[in-house]
């Protein structure tokens, strides 16, 4: 039985991929036909790689290995903190600082500083400071809990990485790369498989479909670190050829309003100020 039905994903808009033209010719055999200008992914394939990334995710923390989530985007910052928060597990959602992972013991060295300075925070320390050296000292604990909050924990390198929006976060997945560390990430139709050790064809840019998969695979975790979750599908196993077909029903009327965020935008964080 599958952790998803295609219900589920139908609804969330899992199948709907980016501007035809946008496309990597890598993602062809993922891709099921194309409406209005965009690529439709097939969701035949995206149930079954989301069953194996399951299963690989619930193993790998049943073994107690370390996940990181990662996804900066504005769809997906809330809810990669909120599920990688749910299963115990690490994320960045804010910016990738590069050598986070290339870097490790510099951002390490951060991390302990962040956590000195809630300690100072929670005791009353920053208040025993002149006004401006408090001021200073509680801006700079705002910046590190923006973008190392998630890494709190984090003790060492992770052994898996997560990723949401291969190309948004493609420092992230270099790093991981140069380092060996397995990566797990959802695949639009414009991102290149060859750079994923386990892929699932999925809209990346969506906001239900991001929650509903990285939410499957955050129940993946949780079930390998603590146990059997009751929340897979109830419905009987779906026939090969009905994805195709309902698929085909679904894409039927127009898809603009499911994909007009489907265009090329680009988001960037600017340093901020010291």
């Known amino acids: 039985m599958s952790v998803v039905s ?26 099921f036909t194309d409406r209005n200008g965009i690529h439709i992914i097939d969701l ?27 996804g900066t985007k504005r769809q997906a910052a809330p809810v990669i903190a909120q599920e990688a928060k749910r299963c115990g597990m690490f994320w960045v959602n804010q910016r990738w600082l590069g050598g986070m992972l290339t870097n490790w013991d510099t951002i390490r060295t951060s991390v ?12 009353g320390t920053l208040d025993l400071l002149p006004k401006k050296e408090a001021s200073v000292t509680r801006k700079k604990l705002e910046r ?25 976060e493609q420092n992230a997945v270099m790093e991981a790369r140069r380092l060996n560390i397995p990566i797990v990430s959802l695949l639009d139709t414009n991102c290149d498989p060859d750079l994923t050790d386990v892929g699932i064809p999925a809209n990346d840019d ?3 479909s991001i929650r509903l998969i990285v939410g ?7 079930e390998g670190r603590h146990g059997q979750l009751e929340d897979f599908s109830e419905e009987e196993p779906v026939p090969a050829a009905a994805p195709v077909a309902a698929v085909a029903v679904a894409v039927a009327a127009p898809a603009e309003a499911e994909s007009e965020d489907k265009g090329e935008v680009l988001y960037s964080f600017d340093d901020e100020e010291e």
């Open 206 to 208: 969506a906001i239900r």
């Open 216 to 222: 499957k695979l955050a129940d993946a975790i949780y």
């Open 144 to 168: 590190l809990t923006k973008y190392l909050g998630g890494l709190k924990n984090m003790r060492r390198k992770p052994d898996i990485l997560l990723v949401v929006d291969q190309r948004r």
């Open 44 to 70: 035949t394939q995206t149930a079954h790689l989301l069953d194996e990334a399951y299963s690989y995710l619930r193993e790998a923390s049943d073994q107690g290995k370390k996940i990181l989530f990662v």
């Open 112 to 123: 302990d500083q962040l956590k000195e300075l809630e300690t100072m925070e929670a005791n």
């Open 6 to 31: 295609l219900p589920q994903m139908l609804e969330a808009g899992v199948h709907f991929g980016h501007q035809t033209r946008r496309w990597n010719p890598k993602m062809r055999r993922y891709i």
